[in-house]
């Protein structure tokens, strides 16, 4: 799609017109064959399996999708992109749902898992790196859920899967690229 497109008022697009002008991904191409979904690792979890997200997606139905869980669940193990005939890129497709609800101001149906996305984000522009316990302890004040998960994480503790001290590594390039998205995202 061409830059012009893309500078469109949001606002006037069709749902499949803005996910091909944000992610660059068609939807129209998918004719239902359910590769995506028969593929997908974590389907059973979701309301809306990919295949039916499209769809909805195709028909506009902007409330459904929004509210559906599907892509906030996604794993993102690109799957159902590899598995697609048509070549749809299912999980950028995902990936662009969420930039569009969140700019919009919607809230995603798994909460957990943009302050999980946030946490991760913000580790590794401080780090350059995962710091596995920094991440976690981040990861339990956005959530306000302390103690879910600590029996888990004592054993990785004994197993030295944490660091107690962060090893810091290309934490400056990595913080450099931080610093050029910004600035490319800014209007």
């Known amino acids: 799609m061409t830059e012009a497109a893309i500078n469109l008022d949001e606002s006037s697009l069709k749902l499949t017109d803005l996910v091909s002008a944000v992610g660059g991904v068609d939807v129209s191409?998918?004719?239902?064959?359910?590769?995506?979904?028969?593929?997908?690792?974590?389907?059973?979890?979701?309301?809306?399996?990919?295949?039916?997200?499209?769809?909805?997606?195709?028909?506009?139905?902007?409330?459904?999708?929004?509210?559906?869980?599907?892509?906030?669940?996604?794993?993102g193990c690109l799957t159902c992109t590899t598995r697609c005939p048509q070549e749809i890129d299912i999980a950028e497709a995902l990936s662009t749902i969420k930039i569009l609800m969140t700019r919009e101001g919607g809230t995603p149906q798994v909460p957990d898992v943009l302050k999980?996305?946030?946490?991760?984000?913000?580790?590794?522009?401080?780090?350059?790196?995962?710091?596995?316990?920094?991440?976690?302890?981040?990861?339990?004040?956005?959530?306000?859920?302390?103690?879910?998960?600590?029996?888990?994480?004592?054993?990785?503790?004994?197993?030295?899967?944490?660091?107690?001290?962060?090893?810091?590594?290309?934490g400056s390039a990595v913080h450099q690229i931080f610093k050029r998205v910004k600035k490319q995202e800014k209007p």
């Not at 590769?35 to 997606?57: F, R, S």
């Not at 600590?150 to 090893?167: E, V, Y």
């Open 29 to 75: 191409y998918c004719y239902q064959c359910g590769k995506c979904a028969t593929g997908c690792p974590v389907a059973y979890e979701m309301d809306l399996v990919p295949t039916q997200l499209i769809h909805a997606i195709q028909l506009g139905l902007t409330d459904l999708v929004y509210k559906s869980k599907t892509m906030w669940l996604c794993a």
């Open 116 to 170: 999980f996305n946030r946490s991760f984000v913000q580790n590794l522009n401080w780090f350059g790196r995962i710091y596995e316990l920094g991440m976690v302890g981040m990861l339990k004040l956005r959530t306000g859920k302390f103690t879910q998960d600590m029996a888990m994480g004592m054993k990785m503790l004994k197993k030295d899967k944490f660091h107690l001290i962060p090893r810091i590594r290309g």
